[in-house]
């Protein structure tokens, strides 16, 4: 797949938002560590948190509160150079594990000079295997970018850089069901993924790398708090343009299926019947 941008229209969309329920800022504010504590290092007067993966343990953060619904900004930069066998994951996942709902970005590391790959994936009740694989159209690892999601009662927007790659639409009245129930936590987290993460486990973690490091940035999240939907009259990711997925994003979409690698939609060995859900959210 060629590796150079083709042209793309990008709609950019300013929106002023009022200080009220929106978080950017420190995170010892808005996060606290979940995992590995000594590998979790705060830089920049707290506006940079850099996760660490060693030989001794991986790590990880999650957001002190929980949200229904909202709009969501991460910059994140990946783990340079020999990647392979790391993930990278930043994720939103409800507290009930065995009927969690869950939204994934996960960064699955490779040798260096090769291309990471972005697994996005959906959880409703519990249940997943909705796996979409993408390349990136840059280097992760150079420079920070902006990873969001736009969350509303009648669809999910997964983009990066702006640019959608994966828009999850609510489904119900064919009985698919929908992220609507369950307030979700922001995580991530950086782990040993080797029995699967590069060229299906064929390549495992050299840890003679380590330690591997991935760093967040700038992050800013508009949302309703603590499960409180009702707040979605007020917001403006929950305006009418937001409710549907325009022709400008479809442009973009099609742009980033150019380095898609792997949809569950697609693929007959797992799913024989294509799921229902497939002819609706790929657009």
């Known amino acids: 797949m060629s590796r150079g941008r083709a042209a793309v229209v990008v709609v950019v969309v300013i929106v002023v938002i009022a200080s009220s329920g929106v978080a950017e800022g420190r995170y010892s504010g808005d996060f606290e560590v979940t995992w590995g504590p000594d590998n979790v290092k705060s830089f920049n007067n707290d506006h940079v948190l850099k996760i660490v993966l060693d030989n001794v343990t991986a ?15 991460m910059n994140m930069k990946l783990v340079r150079g020999n990647s392979a066998g790391t993930v990278t994951a930043y994720y939103f996942a409800s507290d009930k594990d065995d009927i969690r709902d869950e ?42 970018h902006n990873y969001s999601v736009i969350w509303n009662p009648y669809q999910i927007i997964m983009a990066v850089d702006g640019i959608p790659i994966r828009v999850v639409k609510n489904n119900e009245d064919i009985g698919i069901p929908y992220l ?104």
């Open 103 to 144: 939204l994934d970005f996960e960064f699955l590391g490779n040798v260096s000079g090769q291309p990471y790959i972005l697994q996005t994936n959906v959880f409703w009740n519990g249940t997943g295997g909705r796996e979409q694989r993408n390349y990136l159209w840059f280097d992760p690892a150079a420079a920070y």
């Open 59 to 73: 790590s990880g953060f999650g957001s002190k509160k929980s949200y229904l619904f909202g709009s969501f900004q």
């Open 180 to 283: 609507r129930l369950q307030p979700m936590k922001i995580y991530a987290s950086i782990w040993d993924g080797s029995i699967w993460a590069t060229q299906g486990g064929a390549i495992k973690i050299n840890w003679a790398k380590s330690p591997f490091v991935a760093s967040f940035g700038k992050y800013s999240f508009d949302a309703c708090k603590n499960g409180k939907a009702s707040c979605t009259r007020k917001r403006w990711w929950n305006n009418p343009p937001y409710q549907t997925f325009n022709v400008d994003q479809q442009s973009q979409l099609q742009y980033a299926n150019q380095y898609k690698v792997y949809d569950y939609c697609e693929d007959k060995e797992r799913y024989p019947d294509t799921p229902i859900e497939c002819a609706r959210n790929n657009i």
